[in-house]
């Protein structure tokens, strides 16, 4: 199991046809964020970034205390999650329709007009689940 961060919210999985992946995800505040961390750290977890914009990594490491601080780096590798693994992403919620790399300082200006959240991500394997729109329709009619 391991802590992944990232800087979008996406649940990127690497998988063949017989498997289904299910991804839960929970808005959380910036406070419970970092103490997931803390917690990762502390148990001997690995944290690894994801974080592929530099404005990012730059402005959650100087949010964070001293000794999780290391854990944000930028890192552009691919990232599949896999079962049991968690992932905390961050994100600018409304940065408009054009898809560009935000610097430090717009991040900041985000964060404090509200316009960011932090979310858990957590994968887990339901293969009792079928995704058949057919009968996912019908169900919803009933």
Not at 20 to 31: H, R, Y
Not at 40 to 57: C, K, M, P, Q
Not at 107 to 119: C, F, L, M, Q
């Amino acid at each position: 199991m391991r802590v992944c961060l990232l800087n979008a919210l996406i649940t990127p999985y690497n998988t063949d046809d017989s498997e289904i992946a299910v991804f839960i995800t929970q808005k959380i505040d910036e406070g419970r964020y970092y103490e997931i961390i803390g917690d990762a750290l502390n148990r001997g977890l690995e944290v690894v970034s994801f974080l592929g914009h530099e404005g990012t990594v730059q402005f959650l490491s100087e949010r964070a205390d001293k000794n999780i601080q290391s854990c944000f780096m930028l890192n552009r590798e691919n990232l599949y999650l896999e079962e049991g693994d968690i992932a905390l992403a961050f994100r600018v919620t409304d940065r408009g329709s054009v898809m560009r790399e935000l610097s430090y300082d717009q991040i900041r200006k985000y964060a404090e007009s509200g316009k960011t959240e932090y979310v858990l991500i957590s994968r887990t394997t339901a293969p009792e689940l079928v995704l058949n729109p057919t009968t996912y329709f019908q169900m919803m009619e009933d």
